[in-house]
């Protein structure tokens, strides 16, 4: 319970943070949840990098929270690409078994803008944190993700993607937190 509490503080804190210019993103699977928070990180000195805040949970009792920093730019030319980079911390606590974990994880993002009328993209991303940056029962982390979306609006869109969170953990040699198909919508604001 008190993991909970300090999850749901640390998302407060960032929503606020970055209700100045962002958005808001929620998907669903059959058994899991994510509501993310996205801001400027300009208010904290990083000019054209982006915060994020998530809170997850799962039917089996999982729950974690998140903060991620990245930066995105279009490589040279007039590709419809764009690379990013960055970390992101977890913290959480598994029901089955009865675990927690954090840790400090370093990625990137590919993301692939489709020439339409109706703008379209996929994009993958992944993080992984090793044993030296995963602290409590985690020996290490790594969070891979696909998706398509569909801005049916400017502002917002759909989207249809597949997560695999894995977990090494102390007591069991891998957990998979999450590691389904997932729809979902983001709010640009």
Do not use: C, W
Not at 141 to 147: A, I, S, T, Y
């Amino acid at each position: 319970m008190r993991m909970a509490r300090l999850l749901a503080a640390a998302l407060l804190a960032g929503a606020g943070a970055t209700a100045q210019a962002g958005g808001i993103e929620a998907y669903l699977s059959n058994k899991t949840a994510q509501l993310t928070f996205t801001g400027d990180a300009s208010g904290i000195g990083l000019a054209g990098a982006e915060m994020s805040f998530g809170l997850f949970y799962s039917d089996d009792k999982d729950y974690m929270g998140s903060f991620g920093l990245h930066a995105a730019g279009t490589p040279a030319g007039d590709m419809p690409l764009t690379f990013g980079l960055g970390g992101r911390i977890y913290v959480g606590s598994t029901d089955r078994p009865d675990q927690n974990f954090q840790a400090l994880a370093l990625g990137g993002g590919v993301r692939y803008t489709i020439p339409a009328n109706m703008p379209m993209a996929i994009a993958a991303d992944i993080h992984f944190a090793p044993s030296v940056t995963s602290f409590s029962d985690a020996d290490q982390l790594l969070d891979v993700g696909v998706r398509y979306e569909l801005e049916v609006t400017p502002g917002v869109s759909g989207f249809l993607g597949y997560r695999e969170l894995t977990l090494d953990l102390d007591r069991d040699s891998s957990y998979k937190v999450d590691k389904h198909v997932h729809f979902g919508v983001r709010f640009r604001f």
